[in-house]
């Protein structure tokens, strides 16, 4: 998969308006989809951020491993200031847990006042929205599975004297690493139509042979897993009865049958990506910058005329 251009004229203005606002905030509510931690993390709201206090929300973790949750809670909360919280929007006494989080982060402000001023921040589609309508108990922001729903920041007052500062769903410009614009396609974080379909779940059959076989094999009551990711999806249509002429296995429909059955859990609680990959993936995009960089640099100079 290619780098990918998200909507950057709307996405600019955002992180510039967040920008400015940040230093008025006593802290960040960061909102993560539990299944990709990492890729959907932005990195730009750790830069933005500085030493503000941040709670990282790890939502949809009804979807997730849990097992894999835990690991994720402990690597991020390894940062100074970082405390994480695992919800779903089943179990509403934890959004509680929450806002008394928020009090916790924010100790003896200045001057008496206990109102805490929190803003919340999200890319499209990791379930800010939900979040925010559980928290206030009314219908406040606009939910869908569209990505970008939210365009304009608002103020919210919720229970226990909190202020939330809710900002549209922010992406990065570009996105460097392709693993994570697999696994935000498999999510459904970006629109279908920025990838095709059969391309996404050969990702992702490919990663859940890797660390979920068995569940793979339950699912599509499969007895051995191919090692061709195009044949694993061949194998899982020709189970499903994807079929076209000349008994061909017609991929776009097995595809959005994965991709369904992943969303729904239908396969089971997976997660995408552990911690171990996240050092790797930034190790190797590190690496590829650099690559970059000295290549443009050789190129300036092949320009610039020789003195002699």
Request: some cysteine; aromatic content about 4%.
């Amino acid at each position: 998969m290619a780098a990918i251009n998200w909507y950057p004229g709307h996405m600019h203005k955002a992180s510039k308006e967040m920008r400015k606002i940040v230093p008025q905030v006593d802290l960040i509510i960061e909102v993560l989809d539990a299944r990709i931690p990492f890729s959907s993390e932005n990195p730009m709201i750790g830069e933005i951020r500085g030493d503000k206090p941040c709670i990282k929300v790890l939502s949809k973790s009804d979807l997730a491993d849990p097992e894999m949750t835990k690991q994720w809670q402990d690597y991020f909360e390894q940062e100074n200031g970082v405390k994480t919280i695992a919800l779903t929007t089943e179990e509403p006494e934890k959004m509680r847990e929450l806002l008394n989080l928020c009090h916790k982060m924010v100790p003896g402000k200045r001057g008496g006042d206990s109102r805490v001023e929190a803003m919340i921040m999200g890319i499209p589609n990791v379930g800010k929205s939900t979040l925010i309508n559980n928290l206030a108990g009314r219908m406040i922001a606009k939910t869908g599975n569209e990505p970008a729903v939210t365009k304009n920041q608002q103020r919210i007052k919720l229970e226990q004297d909190i202020l939330l500062l809710d900002t549209p769903g922010v992406l990065w410009p570009k996105l460097e690493n392709q693993h994570g614009g697999y696994r935000l396609a498999i999510t459904g974080a970006i629109k279908e139509t920025a990838v095709s379909n059969d391309d996404i779940a050969m990702y992702a059959v490919g990663y859940f042979r890797a660390a979920y076989p068995e569940l793979l094999k339950q699912r599509y009551n499969l007895t051995e897993l191919s090692e061709d990711e195009q044949q694993l999806l061949e194998a899982i249509g020709a189970k499903r009865g994807c079929l076209r002429g000349g008994g061909r296995v017609d991929l776009d429909r097995a595809a959005k049958i994965v991709l369904t059955e992943f969303r729904d859990i239908s396969i089971g609680r997976i997660t995408l990506e552990t911690p171990e990959m996240m050092e790797r993936e930034l190790i190797e995009m590190a690496e590829l910058r650099a690559e970059k960089e000295a290549k443009l640099a050789a190129k300036k100079k092949k320009r610039q005329p020789q003195r002699g």
